[in-house]
């Protein structure tokens, strides 16, 4: 029993997909996972909800399932706490390729808008939480010494690195948000 | 041992987490560690990387290269900060091709990387430059020689980053069976609390994204430590702390339950210890207010203020 729109068709797959995910910083390692599931086992976000499945996204990476993974909601459902990245067996590194998945995802403008608002914070206070005059005399209060926001190098890095993929105007394609 | 340190507070723990990084001042102070506050640190690159891997490298690389340039180890608060830092110092000391890139990149911002300090946790530091037996030696006696956090039993929480990947840390702690901020617990005086599932991850990764799933594992932890019967949580990461501490209330309205279970930071109940002050501690901004600890610091300042009249 399959619903129509379930099903799919394989000759839709790109089978460079896992290629192109090993030749991505952090993607190295895609090619070795031989899906014995012992990333999803111990993931405490798979531990609550069905949403996020470490093992299921491989899967569907090797299958060549680009579109799929890479407009998904679950790539950025990875907490990063690296569990499974010190219990893999395969040494898959699954955080870092959960990451090399979403700077491709970001570069074709897949990117979660809070994201972009974090980039937007980081271009201009060179930090994710503004410090200015209020916060400072904050500080005083506890006799803590004043911070200095540094925007210009962060700013610098960001335009040359990221100039559009990073920036708020760019993003067009929302993946589903979740919440 | 290293005495001086650049001090990188990372964005949380400046607005944040003023009483880890009060605390964490004054402690290391007592230790004779000098925190050395480094102009121009800026976020460490850790919001970056899922986006833009190189971003994220240049960030951490010039937030490096400012600690280079004043001949500082790095000591980090933030357990993200200490991930994001320490990946990007094993990252370009390994690969002279990728450092070759990033120097061009940092040249044009007047900085150069080179690859001469360490990145440390003060958790980490505090464990292996300072050691526990050294720790112990700090700590205050009361006048009949008891410990003033003597009935006091703290669950640790490690997260996550301050740990793993672990072959980055050189294997200081096993990822596993976690010891290092135990050992810190106890060289207070207090008791070290079991819980189930120590390892759960605070959930704050993905609190931006889907705050459903995020409060679902801050909840687990929050049920198991309530359950165990701590006193507090004692943690070592801002970011744990916003997840367990200010989202306490968020997670007890959604769920309907009531934990009211003090958050502290490790370095708070260690200047408690050694006779700082609850003010000194910066314990009137934890939010959950940890009401035996108040009420136990403030009988022993009486207790030594009679002594003394």
């Keep these: ?23 991505e910083p952090g993607g190295e390692h895609i090619r070795r996972c031989y899906s014995c599931s012992t990333c999803t086992a111990g993931c405490p976000v798979a531990g609550v909800t069905d949403k996020y499945n470490p093992r299921r996204i491989i899967h569907m990476a090797l299958l060549g399932m680009r579109e799929q993974v890479l407009t998904s909601e679950f790539v950025w459902l990875c907490s990063v706490c ?22 491709i995802a970001v ?18 206070h060179g930090r994710l939480y503004e410090i200015d005059d209020y916060e400072n ?9 004043p911070i ?19 920036a708020e105007e760019a993003d067009k394609k929302h993946p589903e948000e979740a919440s | 041992m290293t005495n001086q340190y650049a001090l990188y507070l990372g964005c949380t723990v400046p607005v944040r987490g003023m009483n880890y990084e009060m605390s964490a001042r004054k402690v290391a102070e007592r230790l004779g560690i000098e925190l050395v506050d480094v102009e121009g640190f800026s976020c460490c690159g850790f919001p970056a990387k899922p986006l833009d891997w190189q971003a994220g490298l240049l960030m951490a690389a010039r937030n490096l290269a400012l600690a280079e340039a004043q001949g500082l180890d790095v000591l980090t608060l933030c357990s993200a900060c200490t991930g994001t830092l320490t990946e990007a110092n094993h990252r370009l000391k390994e690969d002279a091709q990728l450092r070759a890139w990033a120097n061009e990149q940092l040249s044009d911002l007047g900085r150069a990387y080179k690859g001469t300090v360490r990145v ?8 292996e430059e300072v050691g526990v037996e050294r720790l112990r030696e700090t700590i205050t ?6 410990h003033l956090l003597a009935d006091f039993g703290f669950a640790p929480h490690y997260g996550c980053h301050y740990l793993k990947p ?12 976690p010891q290092t901020l135990d050992r810190l617990i106890e060289a207070t005086g207090a008791r070290v609390v079991r819980y189930e599932d120590e390892g759960q991850c605070c959930g704050g990764g993905i609190l931006g994204f889907d705050e459903e799933t995020a409060l679902l594992l801050t909840k687990q932890k929050l049920d198991h430590v309530t359950a165990a019967g701590a006193d507090a949580l004692v943690l070592i990461c801002p970011f744990c702390a916003i997840m367990y501490e200010a989202n306490q209330r968020r997670v007890e309205k959604l769920y309907e339950t009531s934990y009211k279970l003090p958050v502290l930071y490790y370095p708070q109940i260690l200047g408690l210890a050694m006779g700082f002050s609850l003010e000194e501690m910066g314990i009137k901004l934890n939010r959950v207010k940890p009401r035996k600890l108040i009420e136990r610091v403030s009988e022993s300042a009486s207790q030594r203020v009679s002594d003394e009249v």
């Design chain 1, 148 to 166: 200095h926001e540094e925007k210009t190098a962060v700013h610098q890095i960001l335009d040359r690195t990221c100039p559009e993929t990073c």
């Design chain 2, 166 to 177: 672990s072959h980055l840390y050189d294997g200081f702690d096993d990822p596993e069976n």
């Design chain 1, 107 to 124: 570069r074709e403008g897949h990117i979660p808008s809070t994201f972009t608002v974090q980039m937007e914070k980081l271009r201009e």
């Design chain 1, 137 to 145: 005399e904050r500080r005083a209060e506890y006799d803590l010494p």
């Design chain 1, 82 to 103: 690296y569990t499974c990245y010190e219990r893999c067996p395969q040494d898959v590194r699954i955080p870092e390729l959960m990451n090399a998945v979403r700077n």
């Design chain 2, 120 to 127: 440390r946790h003060l958790a980490r530091m505090l464990y």
């Design chain 1, 1 to 23: 029993m399959s619903d129509e729109e379930t099903i799919i068709d394989v000759s839709t797959f790109d089978p460079h997909f896992r290629d192109e995910i090993a030749a």
């Design chain 2, 141 to 146: 006696l009361s006048a009949d020689g008891s």
